[in-house]
């Protein structure tokens, strides 16, 4: 199983930026797709999840950031607007269904 997460780069502060994250070489349909990040010092915390095709979201990116699966595939995204020096972090994806998967990472720096 390969969880690969793309779409990560340098935005300046208010800006956009999307991720995207394909689960491949599984024909499993995981109950459980999410975002987390990790910022240097800091522990990996939640950002969004869709379970069961509802999606949630941590306070602090309520509202700026949409999380969106496509029905019956193993991708999802993260639509991220209003970007905050404080979202500079490495973004992973989880795909669950038992077992968990991580993706490798992808980097998301905002500044001026």
């Known amino acids: 199983v390969q969880v690969v997460e793309s779409g990560g780069g340098l935005a300046q502060p208010g800006g956009s930026l999307r991720l995207s994250c394909t689960v491949s070489?599984?024909?499993?349909?995981?109950?459980?797709m999410a975002w987390y990040r990790q910022a240097p010092g800091n522990e990996r915390e939640l950002v969004a999840g869709?379970?069961?095709?509802?999606?949630s979201y941590a306070d602090f990116v309520q509202g700026r950031f949409t999380i969106s699966r496509e029905r019956g595939k193993n991708t999802v995204s993260l639509q991220m607007n209003g970007l905050r020096p404080e979202d500079t972090a490495v973004y992973y994806c989880k795909a669950q269904q038992g077992y968990t998967y991580w993706g490798q990472g992808t980097q998301v720096n905002v500044s001026s």
């Open positions: 869709v379970v069961g095709g509802r999606a």
């Open positions: 070489g599984t024909s499993l349909s995981f109950g459980v």
